[in-house]
């Protein structure tokens, strides 16, 4: 079992940053990747951004490659997206996901078995 904990969302405007959290507990945090989703209003839910167990390998989007960052720090068993130069598009519930299956990272949402609660980011224009 792995227990997943988002924070750090919130109102910004377009053009600023954000930087979420999560925090796990459970499995060994350092041996399986980690996802970032978003699910906007009516719409599907779609992948942000991964991370290998390492921290080594990562992948995003098209639509937030450049402007978001993915990490993570196995110490604290947290994951990290540090989100610059953000759009009203980007407005959504975010949530972090794990996949404790593989080390590599991966796009593929049905990959993904723990999911956190998510966190709201809205960005005005």
């Known amino acids: 079992q792995v227990q997943l904990v988002e924070s750090g969302g919130g109102l910004v405007q377009a053009g600023g940053s954000l930087r979420l959290s999560c925090a796990a507990s459970?499995?060994?945090?350092?041996?399986?990747?980690m996802g970032w989703f978003r699910q906007a209003p009516e719409k599907e839910r779609e992948f942000v951004a991964a991370?290998?167990?390492?921290?080594?390998?990562?992948y995003y989007a098209n639509s937030v490659k450049g402007r978001f960052t993915i990490s993570r720090d196995n110490a604290k068993n947290s994951v990290y997206l540090q989100m610059n130069s953000l759009k009203p598009e980007d407005t959504a519930v975010y949530y972090c996901?794990?996949?404790?299956?593989?080390?590599?990272?991966?796009?593929?949402?049905?990959?993904?078995?723990?999911w956190g609660q998510g966190t709201q980011v809205t960005v005005s224009s």
């Open positions: 996901a794990a996949d404790p299956g593989r080390m590599t990272p991966s796009s593929v949402i049905y990959e993904y078995d723990y």
């Open positions: 459970g499995r060994t945090f350092s041996s399986y990747a």
């Open positions: 991370i290998s167990w390492s921290g080594s390998s990562t």
